[in-house]
């Protein structure tokens, strides 16, 4: 598969980050991208800890108003979680994939755990209310995804599947 430029924009459009990643599948409204964490050597922000080449198999929707990144280890290629972020729809091109995000994400650990995550920065955001209609539908469907255990949220861990038997 050829590599891919994913770009995520703030509300006027302009680039807030930028990196490289590998296409892994395309349909008409979706990609799937494979990309490696390299923004920082280590970050913790509570919920879980992001490490410098941690894989990132991420799922973006041109017709749905989140992303799905599934965050996966670096050298043991365990399931870290799921990191969420709503976003208006992406734009999907030849090499390229855009998202505007909107500040509100969603965590959901190998467990089924969700965390709502920067609600007071979205509620900040100067949105109009449909676009607040439609993230808060988005939130909504991602929790209920979760909860169902619907693709991709399906390799759920179970304590007793982590004991030897």
């Known amino acids: 598969m050829s590599n891919v430029v994913v770009r995520k924009l703030d509300l006027a459009g302009n680039e807030v980050l930028a990196y490289e990643g590998r296409l892994v599948a395309r349909t008409p409204t979706s990609a799937t991208i494979e990309a490696f964490f390299s923004r920082y050597d280590r970050l913790e922000p509570g919920y879980t800890v992001f490490e410098r080449g941690d894989r990132f198999v991420e799922f973006f929707f041109s017709d749905r108003w989140y992303n799905i990144f599934e965050v996966h280890a670096a ?60 993230a808060r539908a988005a939130l909504a469907e991602l929790l209920a995804l979760a909860a169902q255990r619907a693709e991709p949220f399906i390799h759920w861990k179970h304590a007793a599947s982590s004991r030897p038997t």
């Open 75 to 134: 050298g043991t290629d365990e399931l870290r979680g799921w990191y969420c972020n709503i976003t208006r729809p992406a734009l999907i091109e030849e090499g390229r994939v855009s998202a505007v995000d909107l500040a509100l994400d969603v965590w959901i650990s190998p467990e089924g755990k969700t965390l709502v995550l920067d609600e007071e920065e979205f509620a900040a955001l100067p949105l109009t209310p449909e676009e607040i209609a439609r």
